[in-house]
Structures are given as C-alpha cells and as structure tokens.
C-alpha cells in the first residue's frame, strides 16, 4: 500500500472539509495517510512519500492563499519526479479564475517532476453530501492509481 501525504489550506472550513472526505475514501483503500495544515507542513516532507494531495482554496481572483506561498517557494528547491500528485479546493464561480489554486498547485508538482494522473477536483464552496461522495470516490481513485501503474 503507498504512503500518502495530504497538505491543505482552509479558512473557512470548506477545502477542510473537503480534504475529511477525501481522508475517508483513501483510508477505506487501507493506505496509509498522514494530513497536515500547509502551515505546519515543509515541503521537503512530501519526497518522503509514495502519493502527495495537494489542498487550497482560491484566493481573491484565482491566486494562492497568502499562507501557502512559503510552502509553494519551498517547492522549487525538490524534486518530484516518480511521485504522484493530485489537488483539491473550494472555489467560488463568482470569480473568473475558478478553482485556480488547484491548477497553480498541479502545474507547480508537474514542473518539480511529478505525475498527475487525475484532474483537479474543484467543489463550489462547501460539499453537498453527493459531493463528500465525489471526494471519498476521489481519494479511491487515487490509491487505486498506485495499484493500476504497478500492475
């Protein structure tokens, strides 16, 4: 079973509670997950790891949140290459750029050589209960990449 690390960013509770559903789908797989707030998380920890899940919120008009910005620095100075990576957040489609702090994160871990089999999962605001659904199937479908790419 791979060895995942979640880091995320949440202000309100929404890319929060979206990272929980997800924790749930990965830990129904029986891999192994270790989740972080981007706050308490150096980037240098995610090449410790087979699987990493980027999560954040979109910021003003489709920036990073201010608190991910030295994690996102940090980033330059690893290399991802033979990880997988996928991202999640909450965003807001009041704004133009939907959802692209989720895109900034998976650009970012394909530039450090990372893999990104899945598309970015982008949920408006908070979850609806078929979106927590969508979340936990999301986190499945990311321990089942490891199985599918060894087989």
Same mark, same amino acid.
């Given at each position: +079973?791979? $060895?995942?690390l +979640?880091?995320?960013? /949440?202000? $309100?509770?929404? $890319? *929060?509670?979206?990272?929980?559903?997800?924790?749930?789908? !990965?830990?129904? $797989?029986?891999?192994?997950?270790?989740?972080?707030?981007? +706050?308490?998380? /150096?980037?240098?920890?995610?090449?410790?790891?087979? &699987? !990493?899940? %980027?999560?954040?919120? @979109?910021?003003? =008009?489709g920036?990073?949140?201010?608190?991910?910005? =030295?994690?996102?620095?940090? +980033?330059?100075? !690893? #290399?991802?290459?033979g990880?997988?990576?996928?991202?999640?957040g /909450?965003?807001? #489609?009041?704004?133009?750029?939907?959802?692209?702090?989720?895109? !900034?994160?998976?650009?970012?871990?394909? =530039?450090? &050589?990372?893999? @990104?089999p899945?598309?970015?999962?982008?949920? *408006? %605001?908070?979850? @609806?209960?078929?979106?927590?659904? /969508?979340?936990?199937?999301? &986190?499945?479908?990311?321990?089942?990449?490891? #199985? @599918?790419?060894?087989?």
């Open positions: +079973m791979p $060895t995942i +979640m880091v995320y960013a /949440s202000m $309100t509770g929404n $890319t *929060e509670e979206i990272a929980g559903a997800i924790a749930e789908g !990965i830990r129904s $797989t029986g891999a192994t997950l270790a989740i972080k707030e981007v +706050m308490d998380a /150096s980037a240098k920890e995610l090449t410790a790891y087979d &699987g !990493i899940l %980027l999560g954040a919120y @979109t910021w003003g =008009d920036e990073l949140p201010d608190e991910c910005m =030295d994690f996102y620095g940090e +980033m330059d100075e !690893i #290399s991802l290459a990880k997988r990576v996928a991202a999640f /909450s965003c807001d #489609s009041n704004y133009d750029h939907v959802g692209a702090a989720v895109d !900034i994160l998976l650009q970012k871990a394909r =530039d450090r &050589g990372a893999v @990104t899945l598309p970015g999962l982008k949920i *408006e %605001l908070a979850p @609806t209960a078929q979106e927590k659904e /969508s979340c936990k199937a999301f &986190g499945v479908s990311f321990v089942e990449l490891f #199985s @599918t790419e060894t087989a």
